[in-house]
Protein backbone atom coordinates (compact mmCIF):
# COMPACT_ATOMS: atom_id res chain seq x y z
CA UNK A 1 0.00 0.00 0.00
CA UNK A 2 1.29 3.56 -0.70
CA UNK A 3 1.38 6.25 1.81
CA UNK A 4 -1.45 8.46 0.21
CA UNK A 5 -3.64 5.42 0.08
CA UNK A 6 -2.63 4.73 3.35
CA UNK A 7 -3.31 8.21 4.60
CA UNK A 8 -6.40 8.58 3.01
CA UNK A 9 -7.43 5.19 4.44
CA UNK A 10 -6.80 6.71 7.75
CA UNK A 11 -8.38 9.56 6.86
CA UNK A 12 -11.83 8.41 5.81
CA UNK A 13 -11.87 6.05 8.44
CA UNK A 14 -11.43 9.12 11.36
CA UNK A 15 -13.93 11.04 9.24
CA UNK A 16 -17.60 10.07 10.41
CA UNK A 17 -19.92 13.24 10.04
CA UNK A 18 -22.99 13.44 12.04
CA UNK A 19 -25.72 15.18 10.49
CA UNK A 20 -26.56 18.50 13.14
CA UNK A 21 -29.93 18.85 14.15
CA UNK A 22 -31.51 21.41 17.00
CA UNK A 23 -29.33 21.42 19.74
CA UNK A 24 -29.15 22.67 23.19
CA UNK A 25 -25.33 24.42 22.78
CA UNK A 26 -22.40 24.30 20.01
CA UNK A 27 -19.19 23.15 21.76
CA UNK A 28 -16.05 23.63 19.41
CA UNK A 29 -12.96 21.96 20.28
CA UNK A 30 -9.67 23.64 20.52
CA UNK A 31 -6.70 22.93 18.33
CA UNK A 32 -4.86 24.43 15.65
CA UNK A 33 -7.90 24.90 12.94
CA UNK A 34 -9.48 28.18 13.26
CA UNK A 35 -11.77 27.00 10.30
CA UNK A 36 -13.80 24.74 13.63
CA UNK A 37 -14.33 28.29 14.60
CA UNK A 38 -15.97 29.42 11.56
CA UNK A 39 -17.62 26.27 11.57
CA UNK A 40 -19.47 26.62 14.73
CA UNK A 41 -21.01 30.42 13.82
CA UNK A 42 -22.14 28.48 10.29
CA UNK A 43 -23.87 26.31 12.56
CA UNK A 44 -24.56 29.13 14.97
CA UNK A 45 -26.02 31.16 12.17
CA UNK A 46 -28.02 28.08 10.75
CA UNK A 47 -30.01 28.23 14.07
CA UNK A 48 -28.89 24.80 15.43
CA UNK A 49 -28.21 26.38 18.65
CA UNK A 50 -27.94 29.76 20.54
CA UNK A 51 -24.97 29.22 22.41
CA UNK A 52 -21.54 27.62 21.53
CA UNK A 53 -18.77 27.16 24.24
CA UNK A 54 -15.48 27.14 22.85
CA UNK A 55 -13.03 24.89 25.24
CA UNK A 56 -9.34 24.70 24.98
CA UNK A 57 -5.97 25.99 26.75
CA UNK A 58 -2.85 25.71 24.73
CA UNK A 59 -0.72 22.78 23.75
CA UNK A 60 2.68 21.32 21.87
CA UNK A 61 0.86 22.56 18.72
CA UNK A 62 -1.16 25.96 19.27
CA UNK A 63 1.28 27.66 22.65
CA UNK A 64 2.96 30.22 20.09
CA UNK A 65 -0.06 29.95 17.65
CA UNK A 66 -2.32 30.89 20.31
CA UNK A 67 -1.28 33.07 22.98
CA UNK A 68 -4.50 33.47 24.62
CA UNK A 69 -4.87 29.58 24.24
CA UNK A 70 -7.25 28.00 21.82
CA UNK A 71 -10.83 29.00 23.04
CA UNK A 72 -10.25 32.50 23.22
CA UNK A 73 -8.92 32.35 19.63
CA UNK A 74 -12.06 30.78 18.77
CA UNK A 75 -14.29 33.01 20.47
CA UNK A 76 -12.65 35.65 18.78
CA UNK A 77 -12.65 34.40 15.03
CA UNK A 78 -16.69 33.33 16.20
CA UNK A 79 -17.06 36.88 16.90
CA UNK A 80 -15.29 37.76 13.66
CA UNK A 81 -17.75 35.30 11.68
CA UNK A 82 -20.95 37.42 13.61
CA UNK A 83 -21.44 35.78 16.56
CA UNK A 84 -22.64 38.11 19.45
CA UNK A 85 -20.48 37.74 22.44
CA UNK A 86 -23.61 36.94 24.58
CA UNK A 87 -23.62 33.90 23.30
CA UNK A 88 -20.51 32.74 23.73
CA UNK A 89 -18.86 30.21 26.47
CA UNK A 90 -15.07 30.08 26.85
CA UNK A 91 -13.63 26.86 28.68
CA UNK A 92 -10.56 27.41 29.05
CA UNK A 93 -8.59 24.82 30.61
CA UNK A 94 -8.96 21.54 28.54
CA UNK A 95 -5.78 20.38 27.73
CA UNK A 96 -7.60 17.28 25.94
CA UNK A 97 -10.54 15.79 24.30
CA UNK A 98 -11.57 14.00 27.79
CA UNK A 99 -10.75 17.48 29.36
CA UNK A 100 -13.05 19.19 26.51
CA UNK A 101 -15.85 17.30 26.84
CA UNK A 102 -15.57 16.69 30.98
CA UNK A 103 -15.13 20.52 31.53
CA UNK A 104 -17.69 21.47 29.02
CA UNK A 105 -20.53 18.80 30.67
CA UNK A 106 -19.96 20.58 34.37
CA UNK A 107 -20.45 23.86 32.86
CA UNK A 108 -24.21 22.43 31.22
CA UNK A 109 -25.04 19.41 33.20
CA UNK A 110 -28.74 20.00 31.88
CA UNK A 111 -27.76 19.95 27.66
CA UNK A 112 -29.78 16.61 26.32
CA UNK A 113 -28.36 17.30 23.17
CA UNK A 114 -24.83 18.67 21.82
CA UNK A 115 -22.94 19.46 18.25
CA UNK A 116 -19.72 18.44 18.80
CA UNK A 117 -17.31 20.49 16.37
CA UNK A 118 -13.85 19.45 15.62
CA UNK A 119 -11.07 18.93 13.36
CA UNK A 120 -12.65 16.02 10.40
CA UNK A 121 -10.06 13.54 11.37
CA UNK A 122 -10.28 13.90 15.42
CA UNK A 123 -14.81 12.96 14.81
CA UNK A 124 -14.03 9.45 15.56
CA UNK A 125 -11.83 9.69 18.73
CA UNK A 126 -14.68 12.49 19.86
CA UNK A 127 -17.57 10.45 19.31
CA UNK A 128 -15.66 7.76 21.44
CA UNK A 129 -14.60 9.77 24.16
CA UNK A 130 -18.05 11.51 24.92
CA UNK A 131 -20.04 8.37 24.65
CA UNK A 132 -17.66 7.01 27.57
CA UNK A 133 -17.12 10.68 29.21
CA UNK A 134 -20.34 12.34 28.72
CA UNK A 135 -23.11 9.20 28.17
CA UNK A 136 -26.14 10.70 29.37
CA UNK A 137 -25.94 13.42 26.63
CA UNK A 138 -27.21 13.34 22.68
CA UNK A 139 -24.08 13.86 20.52
CA UNK A 140 -23.43 14.71 17.18
CA UNK A 141 -20.17 14.95 15.97
CA UNK A 142 -19.05 17.24 12.69
CA UNK A 143 -16.45 19.19 10.84
CA UNK A 144 -15.72 21.41 8.14
CA UNK A 145 -16.33 20.28 5.20
CA UNK A 146 -12.19 19.79 4.18
CA UNK A 147 -11.08 17.15 1.91
CA UNK A 148 -8.02 15.40 2.82
CA UNK A 149 -6.08 17.58 0.33
CA UNK A 150 -7.45 21.08 1.67
CA UNK A 151 -6.73 20.08 5.46
CA UNK A 152 -3.10 20.83 5.60
CA UNK A 153 -1.84 24.22 7.04
CA UNK A 154 0.67 26.30 6.81
CA UNK A 155 1.80 25.45 10.33
CA UNK A 156 0.32 21.92 10.13
CA UNK A 157 1.45 20.53 6.98
CA UNK A 158 0.60 16.82 4.73
CA UNK A 159 3.28 15.22 6.93
CA UNK A 160 2.05 16.70 10.45
CA UNK A 161 -1.35 15.40 9.26
CA UNK A 162 -0.57 12.46 8.61
CA UNK A 163 1.67 11.91 11.52
CA UNK A 164 -1.39 13.10 13.82
CA UNK A 165 -3.88 10.34 11.92
CA UNK A 166 -1.66 7.60 12.88
CA UNK A 167 -0.83 8.78 16.33
CA UNK A 168 -4.84 9.31 17.43
CA UNK A 169 -5.26 5.69 16.30
CA UNK A 170 -2.76 4.70 18.86
CA UNK A 171 -4.32 6.41 21.18
CA UNK A 172 -7.64 5.05 20.97
CA UNK A 173 -6.59 1.61 21.12
CA UNK A 174 -4.55 2.84 24.60
CA UNK A 175 -7.47 4.95 25.39
CA UNK A 176 -10.21 2.55 25.09
CA UNK A 177 -8.00 0.23 27.38
CA UNK A 178 -7.83 2.74 30.29
CA UNK A 179 -11.55 3.63 30.26
CA UNK A 180 -11.00 7.01 28.64
CA UNK A 181 -13.14 6.06 25.66
CA UNK A 182 -15.40 3.13 24.15
CA UNK A 183 -13.62 0.88 22.33
CA UNK A 184 -13.60 1.73 18.69
CA UNK A 185 -13.47 -1.19 16.02
CA UNK A 186 -10.36 -0.97 13.67
CA UNK A 187 -10.86 -2.78 10.08
CA UNK A 188 -8.10 -4.87 9.14
CA UNK A 189 -7.55 -2.52 6.24
CA UNK A 190 -6.96 0.39 8.44
CA UNK A 191 -4.72 -1.81 10.61
CA UNK A 192 -2.78 -2.22 7.41
CA UNK A 193 -3.22 1.83 6.83
CA UNK A 194 -1.38 2.15 10.09
CA UNK A 195 1.40 -0.23 9.98
CA UNK A 196 2.52 0.92 6.47
CA UNK A 197 2.34 4.37 7.38
CA UNK A 198 4.33 4.12 10.68
CA UNK A 199 6.65 1.69 9.07
CA UNK A 200 7.39 4.42 6.42
CA UNK A 201 8.74 6.82 9.31
CA UNK A 202 5.02 9.09 9.84
CA UNK A 203 5.80 8.64 13.92
CA UNK A 204 5.86 11.72 15.20
CA UNK A 205 2.61 11.93 16.62
CA UNK A 206 3.11 7.93 18.79
CA UNK A 207 3.14 7.92 22.43
CA UNK A 208 4.90 4.97 22.04
CA UNK A 209 8.19 4.54 23.22
CA UNK A 210 9.50 1.93 20.78
CA UNK A 211 8.46 0.36 17.54
CA UNK A 212 9.63 -1.67 14.70
CA UNK A 213 10.57 0.37 11.89
CA UNK A 214 10.67 -0.59 8.21
CA UNK A 215 14.27 -2.11 8.79
CA UNK A 216 13.17 -4.29 11.57
CA UNK A 217 15.26 -2.37 13.76
CA UNK A 218 13.67 -1.46 16.87
CA UNK A 219 13.39 2.42 17.22
CA UNK A 220 12.16 5.19 19.19
CA UNK A 221 10.28 7.69 17.02
CA UNK A 222 13.16 10.19 17.44
CA UNK A 223 15.30 7.85 15.92
CA UNK A 224 13.63 8.49 12.13
Known amino acids: MEV ?4 LVLWNFHS ?26 RLFHDGLADRI ?12 LFPDGEAEAFKAQAKA ?8 LVEPRATNIGENICFCADMIPDAKR ?10 LRCKATVK ?13 ATSFETQPLAHHDERALICEMVGDLERMDRYSKLGFQTDVQVPRNVRHAYD ?29
Open 132 to 144: KQWSNVRALVTAP
Open 196 to 224: TLVKSGFVDHLQAKVFTDKTGQMRSPGQI
Open 16 to 41: VYDKPEPSDVIIGLGSYDIRVATHCA
Open 53 to 64: IFTGSAGNWTRE
Open 114 to 123: VIFVTKPQTQ
Open 81 to 88: DGVEERAI
Open 4 to 7: RDAA
